[in-house]
């Protein structure tokens, strides 16, 4: 199992699945599902390739599990599956954060004000915030501060 790596949040609902060819395999089964018991598979496909892209439809925003098997002829049937991998689609952007200060409509001869705003949760993790602070309502000019 190659991609999405195990645990990977992806912010695409059509994901490629990779993994690694296995010896004499001439086809791959590989099953997906929102259970990790596999109890209602969700996607489904053999296929003689070892990429994949679900092209049954997108995947709903949570968390999904992936397994691989191997055949080398019909006559053989598949073989063991591979280790179980999880994956996350997240394709929502993540909400607002809530501002604490400087309060909405305050004065403040401080040159340097303090910044704050409540930190959001987001199944995709939150790797920075921007902020943007104008002189106008429509932020027509900004200036851009990354964190």
Do not use: C, H
């Amino acid at each position: 199992m190659s991609t999405p790596t195990n645990n990977q949040v992806v912010d695409d609902s059509t994901p490629n699945l990779d993994w690694s060819t296995v010896g004499t395999a001439t086809a791959y089964r590989v099953l997906v599902d929102n259970n990790n018991d596999f109890s209602s598979i969700t996607y489904s496909v053999i296929t003689g390739s070892t990429s994949q892209q679900n092209n049954a439809g997108p995947f709903a925003d949570e968390t999904y599990f992936w397994k691989v098997a191997a055949r080398s002829s019909v006559a053989d049937g598949f073989g063991a599956n591979s280790t179980v991998f999880s994956f996350t689609v997240d394709t929502a952007d993540p909400p607002a954060p809530t501002l604490i200060t400087p309060l909405d409509n305050s004065f403040t001869n401080d040159q340097t004000p303090f910044f704050d705003w409540n930190d959001v949760s987001d199944p995709g993790g939150i790797n920075r915030y921007t902020l943007e602070v104008a002189t106008t309502s429509s932020f027509g000019a900004t200036t851009v501060l990354t964190q």
